[in-house]
């Protein structure tokens, strides 16, 4: 390299070893931010039950703002912030993976050819997984600025390819971590300190650059403008109608009768077959005579089947709509059962929820049908 | 047939044609008014420790899940129940819900209901007669 020029004010009086400024105050926010925010994301998405769901989103979507904002800094930031600073040729890489195989003491001040793709790889990975939740997020639970455009099909389908890209991310986090202590170890310095400080021991060998204006106030207008253009593409997208959701209003009678002893359940939460075989069995309903006229009976079943799973698209109706005819009730189904595995029998048995019938206790909108997981809140304390 | 006073004819037969289509009236009858009545069917008269035995007592002949009307109407009727569902059930005795026993279409769809339930057939109206007696005693 013809640049050899040591780099101006790179040195910090009073270190016993001399130190060069290596990681811009921006790139270590950026990174530290990073780690929190995936952190998040990733706690909650591989551990965490729906109730989390919320958090999960909100570490999802600010990492992928952080990566969107440390894009433009790649573009305008201080030297080895520059993606031009690191973009690796695979010719770069292969002759790093030689001279290094080789016992070479060459060292980069910013990220080596290798550490560089990890870099690249953890931005396009964290940008693809932010699109892909936002895609669950509209065709799954058909909210979001996606929700108009996908429906449940398209949302399983997005959500296999999140799953599947977190996986990809926690094995190269754990490939970084591996890299990290690996070259910490090789080259005699603490590169994690270096992420927190900015600072690297300066030697001999260092390859020096030509310091790099950065160009923050542009930076700064770009991510602003980019913030504000996606807040208001949002808004834009979230608020067209979205199809496919249950919107019918239950009618007197149905609320009435069928709410006379439980939940008036709304009827996109079973198949048209399972309300036809409820209806036609009302004198042994679910352990209880629960008869009516043919008249009530004939216009219940009408419209019961009428707005029936088949006729939305939701992620309940779609999950309820599978399974055996025989699996009558909806706390029957092996969506039903699986999805509330987890929760304690007592939850069910005891006060304030007393039976899995009651869906109301924890499903803030069961009435509507959607059980979202943002509406669900689980009783902090149960009595028998 | 000519009718001296047509529109009066025509106005009388829209006005019974409106009560025939209107759907049964709330507030229909009373406990009192029912008790009558069953009694009248039965030609017998109610008796209230009859009716508290037919509440109160374990059964067989009906579905499993409910033996006893108390399954769910619990032993005292003008406390609140609770359905299997977990959903809580207004209090039955008229002293402590006065709503109970004012529309014939509801007891007889009720009756009908959890006489099935727990008994595993109809009760018969002088049952009817004591369970009335009994609960409007409490």
Known sequence: MARNKTENNETQPGDAETTVKVWDIWVRLFHW????????????????????????????????????????????????????????????????????????????????????????????????????????????????????????????????????????????????????????????????????????????????????????????????????????????????????????????????????????????????????????????????????????????????????????????ARLFARGPEDALAITARPAWQRLHADLPETLFTTQPVGSASNCAACHQDAETGRMSPFAITLPKETQP | MTSPIPSLKAAMAAAALTVLAAPVLAQDTSPDQLLSAYEAEAGASADLARGQALFTGQHTGGKPDTPSCTTCHTMDPRAKGQARTGKVIEPLAPGANPERFTETAKVEKWFGRNCNSVLGRDCTALEKADLIAWLSSL
Not at chain 1, 153 to 166: K, S, V
Not at chain 1, 170 to 175: G, P, R, V, Y
Not at chain 1, 222 to 237: H, W
Request: with cysteine; charged share 15%; net charge neutral.
């Open chain 1, 33 to 316: 931010g990073l780690v929190m925010t995936v952190a998040t994301a990733a706690l909650t998405g591989f551990f965490a039950n729906a109730t989390w769901l919320q958090l999960h989103i909100i570490g999802g979507l600010m990492a992928g703002a952080l990566v969107l904002a440390r894009i433009v800094w790649g573009l305008l930031g201080s030297r080895h912030a520059r993606f031009a600073d690191f973009a690796p040729s695979p010719r770069a890489v292969i002759d790093h993976l030689r001279t290094q195989s080789r016992g070479g003491t060459h060292r980069h001040l910013g990220h080596n050819p290798l550490g560089a793709l990890m870099v690249f790889a953890v931005l396009a990975l964290i940008l693809s997984l932010a699109l892909s939740g936002l895609g669950t997020l509209g065709g799954v639970l058909r909210v979001g600025p996606l929700a108009p455009d996908l429906g449940t099909d398209t949302g399983f389908a997005l959500r296999e390819a999140h799953e599947i890209l977190a996986l990809i991310l926690a094995a190269l986090i754990a490939l970084h971590l591996g890299g990290v202590a690996f070259e910490s170890w090789r080259s005699r310095e603490n590169l994690t300190r270096s992420m927190v400080t900015g600072r690297k021991p300066s030697r001999s060998g260092d390859v020096r650059h030509a310091p790099v204006r950065a160009r923050g106030l542009i930076a700064l207008t770009l991510i602003a403008l980019a913030g504000g253009g996606l807040a208001v593409a949002n808004a834009t997208l979230s608020g067209r109608p979205v199809p496919g959701l249950p919107t019918a209003t239950m009618p007197e009678l149905v609320t009435e009768e069928c709410g006379a002893c439980h939940m008036a359940y709304h009827p996109a939460l079973l198949p048209a077959a399972n309300w036809h075989a409820i209806m036609r069995t009302l004198d042994d309903h679910f352990g209880e005579d629960a008869s009516l006229g043919t008249d009530d009976v004939a216009e219940i079943t009408a419209w019961l089947t009428t707005h029936a799973a088949e006729t939305v698209d939701t992620k309940p």
